[in-house]
């Protein structure tokens, strides 16, 4: 995320919950590198869990301060919907 998306918060989180199109939920850390916001420990996790591959697109919708709402689209411009499943249970968010 390029460092002016952060004007949109008050305070910029140290953690994002991802909540998918099934109303799953991961936690997420956030780190400064290289000018940018990156989603760091647990997004890898999230990618895994919901194959996202090269060439496919990602959107994220701000839902409250710390909740991201991911959308993931596969090459073909198709809506990816992942049930939750076996993960990682340490990035696991608990509502």
Known sequence: MPLDFTKH???V???FKLKNNTGC???VTVKLM???LTLDQGWATFAAVH???IGYMVTF???TPDTL???IFDDDGIEVVNKCGKHDEAFTARD
């Open 69 to 71: 709402k991911v959308i």
């Open 9 to 11: 918060f008050a305070v």
């Open 25 to 27: 939920s991961w936690r």
């Open 13 to 15: 989180p140290t953690e």
């Open 51 to 53: 194959q996202i591959n």
């Open 61 to 63: 919708n701000l839902l």
């Open 34 to 36: 290289n000018d940018r």
